[in-house]
């Protein structure tokens, strides 16, 4: 592989391969894109089929306007007429109303289970005994105050008239002159008054009721007419000293406002202030208990007028005597044009439904970035050069990218098949009220990844957030935005949840266009944000702040966690230090006298090496550790485990390095401290004269990793794979693609179509080939193998040795194995691993000559020869080891200084004329006997220690 890059990738360059890399990845899981797009459409779907059944049952004609045929032109042919006069009560609501129906003006009264009686709650004796809650002939009670009494009770004296008149050829006109109350609640429109089409009776307030007090009244409407009975009711009025007398009853009698308490309701309250014979100045309390649940309905609607005409009508009698009056014959409603009768589902069901639609983006989200990171995909890509800028923006932008697809597709949708939710309302708004929530969402998806390390438990989390969101938002958080008594403040509060303030946002927008749809005009409007009762503002300004303060706080998170930074890692200072700059490190310490008392000559000249290499101010050794040491806590009662201690090593361009241990030995904890995995807990190390500690991501753009497991896309191909780390170390056009072909070619991934088979259906040869491949592509000047043939058939692991030889030629390369032969066959030199530090140094020829002095003699002959063989040995070597004894065979260590070959070998032809040899043989140490040897040595040291 032959290919070379020209420095490090640029921003831009990196950039690039990440965003190619993510689309390739995109397109192959188109499946579960159209999957994920399919369930908001079928969601629309269902809604306009629910809409489409609902709206055929309201178009049915008892539900319509009601209509006859009349003779208007005298012809003998009818023609059809509609209207108000023509219908019923259930048809007359969708009728147009040019001239809508007057009503006499009503007080607003308190139901008789409810009325102002005297209690333990409550020190006035001047309100009426409980005991005529039984009866029912509880009166209403109007309460004052005011500065000067007495003119305050000469003004209540003329509040109820003492006598009702009526007039039955102007009924209406004559119900006015007297004050009518009624304990219905009120509804949005006063078309229909509810006081007259109820169960409930009408009231008029007189100071006293004589025994014959009830009569009937009918009213004209529509085709027909109502009639409604008529009751008298006391009216009382009390004085109290102060308004805050009045504040404190008012707050104790209250049905809303004290839920606990007894609930003593009053009509109305006044407050006269510095009101005098000139000067009429007065302050009005009303009941809104029996308003529209909504909490919107207009004042005029809860019948506060006849409360202001009443106090006014008493305060003009006191002036001017019982026979002046200032009329409010009636009131009502605007004239409407016709109506059709329709539920919008879209805006009923919408903030639940389009909740969960939008909210499902957050787990895909999710899953996704925890996928990489379970996967060590992401440090893979570090590890090859790819930065933290780049990787941020890129996948930032690629996954908002998702999400605005995503939501331009749905709304174009819901606005195609006719859902007033997105139709009726500004579409400039709904853009930006989901552009900040989707970069809130993709936000909040990159700070909870950080907290997540498997992507089944992130999927479950992310559902559970998605579904009980919803859920909570339509069945608790809805309630309390309907209801006006409850504080504004704790909205917000709640709104700080992301979830929350989607559900709000999405709240409005339904009300909107539910409201624009039933009266016939547009939904949401950029001045209608202006609305204090619109939370449209509020939220889009919590939700521009969250966003920013979410998307640092994740930036901060994943240099912290992912990254094993410090948490003040940005006042840290990255200027890349010579190694002159370091002082020769003492000798002196304890620690170190230990090992240096320990170490094999071979080590402690390596260690040597080291020290005088790091007084160099420039070297062409591409890796130097210095006293490097991993130590890590201990947990749960266990004492410190050592997994390096004070490893030094040089390594030059143009050499294997192999890395020969048993099975905890602390390679791959030395492995992962020079790829940036872990942090040292001492010591340092410099690659290519940069220090590992500080410069790590400068590193990254000049060395290559071949991990202990394959760390792959399995969507994405092998040559994709290729591509996409040539790219990122620099390779473009022309080079990338050679270069890409000539690394398949080389592991035997090129031909068959294998190239462009997906990584996931490869088998574990393949795939170990391929991260082999990865990680010499691009000219990486330091490369990392950790066991880099586990699962290859030999001719394959041959082909594998070849790539390796020819590769090393102008780069560092470290190699761990468990294959003596790999070891042998590849690495220019050795380093036996054992509990932490190494055992011997050297070439292989040197290590078995230092290590493995002597020969290995075996004999195989029938059980009762065992002794003579023995002797035979004795002669030939006196200080031989016998190492191996069962069943007649037996296996001796012969020094190579005590014996000559042809001595052994006459030996033998002496032994056969004396007993018979089944087998015999003389081997040179392996390097397997070698690696034995020291390891068992090492650990038997240790274990005295």
């Not at 490097?628 to 050499?655: C, H, I, M, Q, T």
């Not at 590849?826 to 020829?845: A, E, H, M, W």
Request: charged share 20%; glycine share 8%; net charge neutral.
């Amino acid at each position: 592989m032959a290919e070379t890059s020209h420095g490090p990738a640029s921003f831009w360059t990196q950039a690039n391969a990440l965003l190619r890399k993510n689309l390739t990845f995109q397109k192959r899981n188109i499946r579960s894109n159209i999957r994920l797009i399919i369930f908001p459409l079928l969601l629309c779907v269902l809604l306009v089929i629910l809409q489409t059944v609902v709206n055929n049952e309201l178009d049915k004609p008892s539900n319509k306007c009601g209509c006859t045929c009349i003779d208007t032109n005298g012809d003998g042919k009818c023609e059809e007429v509609c209207g108000i006069e023509y219908s019923t009560l259930d048809q007359a609501g969708t009728c147009p109303i040019p001239h809508p129906p007057e009503w006499p003006p009503l007080l607003q009264v308190p139901a008789p289970e409810y009325r102002a009686v005297q209690s333990d709650s409550f020190a006035y004796s001047d309100l009426p005994n409980e005991s005529c809650k039984r009866t029912g002939s509880c009166p209403v009670t109007v309460l004052l105050t005011g500065t000067n009494q007495t003119l305050g009770q000469s003004i209540a004296a003329n509040l109820f008239p003492s006598s009702l008149t009526l007039n039955a050829s102007d009924i209406l006109y004559s119900l006015a002159n007297n004050i009518l109350g009624s304990d219905t609640k009120t509804e949005y429109t006063n078309f229909l008054e509810p006081a007259f089409f109820s169960n409930a009776p009408v009231y008029y307030l007189q100071p006293q009721c004589s025994s014959d007090s009830k009569f009937s009244v009918s009213f004209p409407l529509a085709s027909g007419s109502v009639q409604q009975d008529v009751n008298c009711i006391r009216g009382l009025h009390l004085w109290r000293n102060s308004s805050s007398e009045i504040n404190d009853e008012l707050y104790k009698g209250y049905r809303k406002g004290n839920p606990e308490g007894k609930i003593n309701e009053i009509v109305a309250a006044y407050d006269f202030l510095s009101s005098d014979q000139n000067n009429f100045n007065v302050s009005i309390w009303y009941n809104s208990t029996y308003k529209n649940d909504s909490g919107d309905t207009p004042i005029a609607l809860t019948r506060v007028p006849r409360s202001v005409n009443l106090v006014s009508n008493a305060y003009l009698q006191f002036l001017l005597g019982p026979g002046t009056k200032m009329l409010l014959e009636f009131v009502k409603e605007m004239p409407k044009s016709g109506t059709r009768l329709r539920l919008d589902f879209s805006s009923i069901l919408g903030p639940l439904f389009f909740t969960w639609v939008i909210l499902q983006l957050f787990p895909v989200v999710l899953t996704s970035l925890v996928y990489e990171k379970q996967q060590k995909l992401r440090i893979m890509m570090k590890m090859h050069g790819l930065g933290d800028g780049p990787y941020w923006i890129i996948s930032y932008a690629y996954f908002l990218l998702l999400s605005s697809i995503y939501m331009l597709v749905f709304v174009f949708f819901g606005s195609i098949i006719g859902l007033k939710f997105f139709t009726l309302n500004d579409y400039s708004i709904q853009f930006v009220f989901y552009f900040i929530y989707i970069n809130l969402q993709v936000s909040l998806a990159f700070l909870v990844a950080g907290f997540f390390s498997t992507v089944n438990t992130a999927t479950v989390v992310g559902y559970i957030m998605v579904f009980g969101t919803g859920l909570l938002g339509g069945f608790l958080f809805q309630f309390f935005l309907q209801d006006s008594s409850f504080p504004r403040a704790w909205i917000v509060v709640m709104e700080l949840y992301p979830g929350f303030s989607l559900y709000r946002g999405l709240y409005e927008l339904a009300q909107s266009s539910f409201a624009g749809y039933f009266m016939g005009t547009d939904g949401m409007r950029w001045n209608d944000l202006s609305d204090s009762s619109s939370g449209m503002w509020e939220i889009l300004v919590i939700m521009s702040v969250e966003w920013l303060l979410v998307l640092l706080v994740a930036f901060y998170v994943d240099k912290v966690v992912q990254s094993g930074k410090g948490p003040l890692f940005f006042l840290k200072n990255f200027q890349k230090k010579p190694l002159s700059s370091f002082r020769k490190p003492s000798m002196q310490r304890q620690g170190s006298k230990v090992f240096v008392q320990m170490d094999k000559p071979d080590v402690l000249q390596e260690r040597e090496k080291v020290e005088q290499l790091l007084l160099e101010s420039s070297t062409s050794h591409a890796i130097i550790c210095h006293e490097l040491k991993k130590v890590y806590p201990g947990r749960d009662g266990n004492p410190e485990k050592f997994a390096v201690r004070g490893l030094s090593l040089s390594l030059p361009r143009g050499e294997c390095f192999g890395m020969l241990g048993p099975n905890g030995a602390g390679k791959t904890s030395f492995i992962n401290m020079m790829i940036g995995l872990i942090k040292p807990s001492s010591g340092n190390a410099y690659v290519e004269g940069l220090d590992i500690q500080t410069n790590m991501e400068r590193i990254y753009t000049s060395m290559g990793v071949c991990p202990q497991h394959d760390l792959l896309w399995g969507t994405l191909t092998g040559k994709e794979h290729l591509l996409f780390y040539g790219r990122l170390k620099n390779l473009k056009g022309n080079a990338l693609t050679q270069a890409v072909e000539e690394s398949l070619k080389s592991v035997n991934l090129f031909h068959g179509g294998v190239a462009d088979k997906q990584a996931g259906k490869y088998s574990g040869g393949m795939k170990r080939r391929l991260s082999v491949a990865i990680s010499l592509i691009g000219d990486p000047k330091v490369v990392y193998m950790d066991e880099p043939s586990t699962g290859l058939d030999p001719a394959s692991r041959n082909s594998l040795w070849n790539v390796i030889k020819r590769a090393k030629q102008d780069r560092a390369i470290i190699l761990t194995t468990h294959s003596m032969e790999e070891a042998e066959h590849l690495c220019d030199r050795l380093g036996i691993f054992v509990d932490g530090s190494f055992q011997c140094i050297g070439n292989p020829k040197e290590v078995k000559g230092r290590y493995g002095g002597s020969y290995v003699f075996t004999m195989t002959t029938s059980f009762n020869h065992e002794e003579e063989v023995e002797n035979l040995v004795r002669k030939v070597s006196p200080n031989a080891i016998k190492t191996y004894q069962i069943s007649g065979t037996q296996k001796f260590e012969l020094p190579k200084h005590e014996i000559k070959i042809a001595e052994v070998f006459q030996a033998v032809e002496n032994a056969k004329g004396k007993f018979t040899v089944h087998a015999w043989g003389l081997a040179d140490t392996t390097l397997e006997d070698v690696f034995i040897k020291v390891a068992r040595g090492a650990q038997a040291f240790n274990v005295l220690s």
